[in-house]
């Protein structure tokens, strides 16, 4: 199994990035996905995660701001993050729900 996040980087409070999670090495379609967050000092966290049939569930902080999605035909899942905080600042991490298989994380920093 692997999971391959890219798509971090540095940019301003209000901007936009989009993570993207590369999955191979199981079926993708039949599997429910996470993405994660750890900031630094802070425990890694739950930012949110999407169903096999592509319905998505969010933390209260980022509700109204992140869109979880999925591509089967790329066996990709997506992060799009907008207005972004500097309190999004963290390392992005996605998982595949119930399983110990993690992406190797993409950094967010966001300035302010």
């Known amino acids: 199994v692997q999971l391959q996040a890219s798509g971090g980087g540095l940019v301003q409070a209000g901007g936009s990035l989009r993570l993207s999670c590369k999955a191979s090495g199981f079926i993708f379609r039949f599997n429910a996905m996470a993405w994660y967050r750890q900031a630094p000092g802070k425990q890694r966290e739950l930012v949110g995660t999407?169903?096999?049939?592509?319905?998505?569930n969010y933390t209260d902080s980022v509700k109204g701001r992140f869109t979880i999605s999925r591509d089967y035909a790329r066996n990709t899942m997506y992060l799009q993050v907008n207005s972004l905080k500097p309190e999004d600042t963290a390392v992005y991490y996605c998982q595949r729900v119930s399983s110990s298989d993690w992406g190797q994380g993409t950094q967010v920093t966001v300035s302010s």
């Open positions: 999407i169903t096999s049939g592509g319905s998505a």
